[in-house]
Every structure is written in C-alpha cells, then in structure tokens.
C-alpha cells in the first residue's frame, strides 16, 4: 500500500508536551535578553542627576533625551514587530541587542544634550524591539497550560535588570562617573547577543508556519524529545491563522480590530500610570518628608513586588480567564495608590508595605496585558501585535512623564497627585473587562484523540515519548 507523508501540528504539539531543559535554557535566554533591555531603559534616568551636575544643565533640558528614548522605543516596537513576522523572531532580536548595545555604549562619549538625544533614540530602536519579540518567543515556546507563569517570569527580567541596575549605578557613578553606567549598558546586551547566537533558536511556530524549514523543526524536536522517532517524510506545520497580507491591517479584521483597539488602550494607560510612578515616586515620597535615601529604599521596593508578582500572578492567570484576572490585577493597583495617597505618607512602615503592593499590581498588571496580547493574537501577527501594543505603551510612557510633571506643576498636594494618578488604572481595568468578553476571530486547534499527527497514517503514544507507526 502506498505511505503517505506524515504531518505534525507543531503549535499543537508544543502545548501537550512537557517543558524540557532545551525549552528552559530558551526562557533563561530571553529572561537574559529582558534584563539588559531593562537596565538600558533605565540607565539614562540612573545618570540624569549626575549629568545635570557635571554639564551645568537644568533638569529640563534633559527632558528631550527621556522623550527621544520612548519614542525610539515606540517606532523599534512597531517596526522590529513587522519585521520579525517576516522573517522571524532570532534574527530581529540579534539585530535589537546589537543596535542598543553599540549606541548605548556610543552615548557614554557625548558631550552635548544633542549628541545624547540623537544616540538615546536610535538606541531606543534597538530596546523597543527587542522586548516584543522575546516575549513573542517565549509564548511560542511555552505549553498554553502554563504559558502564562513562564511568560511572566521570563519578563521579570525587566524588572530585575531596572532594580539591580540602580544599585550598579549608583556605585559606578561614584566610583567611576556616569560615563561608565553607558558603557556598562553598551557591554551587557553586546554578552546577551553571544547568549542568543549560541542558545536561542528560531520560533518553531515561526518556522512551521513557513513551511520550508523541515529539517531546523525536526533537529529542535530531536532537542526537546530525546529518543523520538520522526519517519522519512514527516511534514511539519500548524492550523493557525496565516498571513496573506499586511501583519497590521489583519490585527484589524473581524473582531480583532475591537480587542487591538483595547490592547493598545491597555497598554497605553499602564505605561502611562507605569513611567508615572518610576519617574515622579521617589519625589513625591521625598516632598512627604522622607530622606532621599528612604525615597530610593521604598522606590526600589516598588520594582521588588513587580518582580515578586509576577510569580504568583503567572500560575493565576493560567487557572483563569487572563483578561479577567489583568483587568482585576489593574483595578486592586489604582485601589493601592490611592491607599498611599490616603494613608501610607503617615508611616514610613506603611508606606514601605504600600509601595511593594503597589510593585505587585502596577507593575504586575502591565506584565498581566503582555500574556493577554500574547495570547490574542496567532503566531503569524504576534509579533506584529506585541510590537504595535508596546508601540502604544511607549507613548502612554511618554503622557505619562509629562503628566507627573503637570500635577506638580498644579501644586495639588501628594494624595491629590496620587489619586489622579490611579484614575488611568480604573479605566484600564475597565478596558480589560471589556476585553475579557470579546472573542477572537481564530478558533482554537481541534485536537483528534490526543494527537498532534494527523490520524490517517499515524499514532501519538505521548508528546514526550513520539512513536510514529509505519
């Protein structure tokens, strides 16, 4: 009798297998990749103070730099996005890594605001598109069943490479200058790029839903199943949506367009509410009468829950519909602020308490929207997706330092300012409930007997152990 080839729905497959050690190396890598982009993101608001010192300039006239970064990062976000759904996810990041590294590490020789504004948005390029596209991997990589809690701790990462980044900092602007916190940020992403060229491969989603990469697919499933068998002719691919054409114009078709319009609506009143904190907290607690030292202690135990909540929040969101979860997560955070508006400037205890709540729901909350984004879009827009959301995040960054600025400038009081800043949470969270009603357009893969192969000519004993009968 004539044998047919066999075919193996990759996407399926990945979500009924067990997590291997080749998987795990694969989030350590973009966790690696998360925490120099999170140090970079950082660094320029690490060495402000210091350069306004050294250059004899006001802190206004920085205000360019910190605005040309975020819109790098915006237009690298959108841009790596596209690009990446084109010719994949490992090449985009490499390309990012080595963009931000060499003008990071290229901004430590500027001698002028200029000079430094021009380097801090190219540089931003690189940042903004390497995040959308790590995040885009590890979803890819991870089963659905616990896709949440890997996709959380691997952004963590952020986190951790902006609150470890702030101790580096500090002792190397006093031991060397500020010059030597760009050229640390020039070095590290240079080290993750030889991590990703050694350790990161290609989304195997990516390459599936190309078509042509039969022997790169089967190579990694060799990796991730020791001792599976795969017959001559085994074809590889996936029943998700493809692109036929334009990535952006399909994150609008059927009712994507709604669930895109609240993404973007999401992530722009998070970043917002996000730079709102990172930027103006440390001096709002500082205006409340503590120490400046006590204002970067409970700072820094802001971005220590984020990174904490990501932890819990992950196998949350696994057991729940995400959407509901994020929208719940955003609500309790603007309930937080304007508990510290309310009470915590009373007690530095309180505060301290506060403060690390606040790290768990704000911070935690933006981390929440990127598994949702994840999660509505196919593997042929994902990064398309991630990267238009964080597009729209990196403005909501931008309002989000000028607003914090403006609520100064209205001398309303701290608990005032603290409670206008929760107000863009509430309607977040209202978004995220609208969002958790909506449907995608894509209709989940069938699964036939608890096989990944197609029944006709194959059977699966087990995703972990594949037996293919002839």
């Not at 691919?237 to 999401?266: D, N």
Request: charged share 10%.
């Amino acid at each position: 009798m004539e044998r047919r080839d066999k075919f193996l729905d990759v996407a399926l497959y990945i979500d009924e297998m067990r997590v291997s050690r080749r998987q795990i190396l694969i989030y350590f890598v973009c966790a690696f990749v998360a925490m120099a982009d999170g140090f970079d993101a950082q660094a320029i608001g690490y060495v402000g103070p210091a350069i306004v010192q050294g250059w004899g300039i006001t802190r206004a006239a920085l205000g360019p730099v910190f605005v040309a970064g975020l819109m790098g990062m915006a237009l690298g976000g959108m841009l790596c996005g596209m690009m990446a759904d084109r010719v994949g996810r490992r090449p985009v990041v490499i390309f990012s890594c080595l963009l931000f590294s060499v003008l990071t590490f290229a901004a430590s020789f500027s001698n002028t605001v200029q000079t430094l504004t021009v380097l801090r948005f190219l540089a931003g390029l690189g940042i903004g598109g390497a995040m959308p596209n790590v995040v885009a991997l590890t979803a890819e990589y991870a089963p659905k069943r616990v896709r949440a809690t890997i996709l959380m701790l691997m952004y963590s990462g952020f986190s951790l490479g902006a609150a470890l980044g702030g101790f580096l900092s500090a002792w190397l602007i006093g031991a060397y200058g500020w010059k030597s916190v760009l050229l640390f940020g020039g070095i590290l992403p240079a080290i993750v790029t030889v991590t990703v060229l050694l350790w990161l491969p290609e989304s195997i989603r990516f390459m599936a839903a190309k078509g042509n990469r039969t022997v790169q697919i089967k190579a990694l499933l060799d990796k991730f199943t020791p001792g599976s068998e795969l017959p001559v002719g085994t074809t590889f691919g996936s029943s998700e949506l493809q692109v036929s054409h334009s990535p952006v114009a399909q994150l609008f078709e059927s009712k994507r367009a709604v669930q895109t319009l609240l993404l973007w609506t999401i992530y722009f009143l998070c970043f917002l509410v996000l730079y709102l904190l990172s930027n103006w907290l440390p001096v709002m607690i500082h205006d409340a009468g503590s120490t400046v030292g006590q204002a970067v202690f409970i700072t820094a135990l802001y971005q220590v829950g984020g990174t904490l909540g990501s932890i819990v929040l992950g196998r949350v969101m696994d057991k729940s519909r995400p959407a509901s979860v994020m929208a719940l997560v955003m609500g309790t955070g603007g309930l937080v602020v304007c508990l510290i508006g309310a009470f915590g400037i009373q007690s530095q205890i309180l505060l301290s308490v506060l403060a690390g709540a606040a790290g768990v729901t704000v911070i935690g909350g933006v981390i929440c929207s990127h598994y949702v984004a994840a999660d509505t879009y196919p593997t042929a827009l994902r990064a398309t997706g991630l990267g238009w959301a964080f597009g729209a995040g990196r403005f909501g960054g931008i309002v989000g330092s000028l607003y914090g600025g403006a609520l100064f400038s209205m001398h309303l009081g701290l608990s005032n300012m603290l409670y206008a800043s929760a107000v863009p949470l509430f309607v977040a969270a209202i978004a995220g409930l609208c969002l958790s009603r909506t449907r995608g357009p894509d209709m989940p893969t069938r699964r036939i007997d608890g096989a990944a192969f197609d029944q006709s000519d194959a059977t699966i004993a087990s995703p972990d152990h594949l037996r293919i009968k002839p």
